[in-house]
């Protein structure tokens, strides 16, 4: 799923070092879990939480409900469900809203540029084939500090970043980053991705990319940053 902030590029170099050491039947949990970009990748016991109440009903619908979602939505239908979602099933909320500019909520309706990208199509196609790919998977809907998170899990955290374009809600980071360095004192396996971290996280990979505010936009120009995986030092 296109997803604004998504780690799909990068799963093939994150995930080995995430699950390097990793137990059987060790739980592997994300606390923002978004896309499901990452975990779509891992097997095992697997928990996706993601306190965005409409993205966890749509991912609800298609993983255990069998939804099977419109293959295309007009502007018109799409703004109607942007201004009106107290009239719509929260899933279908959830899959209209995410398909915008950069994976954003409802960040402004997709249109078809001189017939070169059927962008509803797309977006139908990619997360129908990332569905089965999550079978069995442990869904959660709730803020990552009410977490009940199961004993010696690893925990790969993808909040959103600071100094970065913003999500619906506002994210608190000097909490965020207390709780991660809680959840490793606590016996966890905890990796965060950020650009930057407090002093006593330590980087364990990075790699250079370029980056857009929308992951589709040629005419926008980009942006060299460098991601990053942190660790807590305990």
Not at 124 to 129: A, D, G, V
Not at 130 to 137: A, F, R, S
Request: hydrophobic share 30%.
């Amino acid at each position: 799923m296109k997803y604004m902030g998504s780690k799909a590029r990068f799963a093939k170099h994150l995930l080995p070092i995430i699950l390097k050491d990793r137990q059987p039947n060790q739980p592997y949990l994300e606390p923002f879990a978004g896309g499901m970009n990452m975990i779509d990748k891992v097997d095992g016991i697997r928990i996706a939480n993601d306190q965005h109440e409409e993205l966890m009903a749509m991912w609800q619908a298609l993983i255990y409900d069998h939804w099977d979602p419109p293959k295309s939505v007009s502007e018109a239908e799409y703004k109607h469900i942007k201004y009106n979602q107290d009239q719509y099933p929260k899933h279908l909320v959830g899959y209209v809203g995410f398909n915008s500019f950069g994976g954003k909520w409802f960040a402004g309706y997709r249109r078809d540029k001189q017939g070169k990208r059927d962008y509803w199509s797309e977006h139908y196609r990619n997360i129908t084939k990332q569905v089965p790919k999550l079978d069995g998977v442990i869904l959660s809907n709730q803020s990552y500090l009410n977490l009940d998170i199961p004993e010696n899990s690893i925990v790969y955290c993808d909040p959103p970043y600071a100094a970065t374009t913003k999500y619906r809600d506002k994210f608190n980071h000097d909490l965020f980053w207390d709780w991660c360095r809680k959840q490793s004192e606590a016996g966890h396996q905890v990796f965060i991705s950020e650009y930057n971290a407090p002093k006593d996280f330590e980087c364990i990979w990075e790699k250079g990319s370029k980056t857009t505010f929308s992951w589709h936009a040629e005419e926008i120009s980009t942006k060299e940053s460098v991601e990053r995986l942190f660790v807590h030092r305990k």
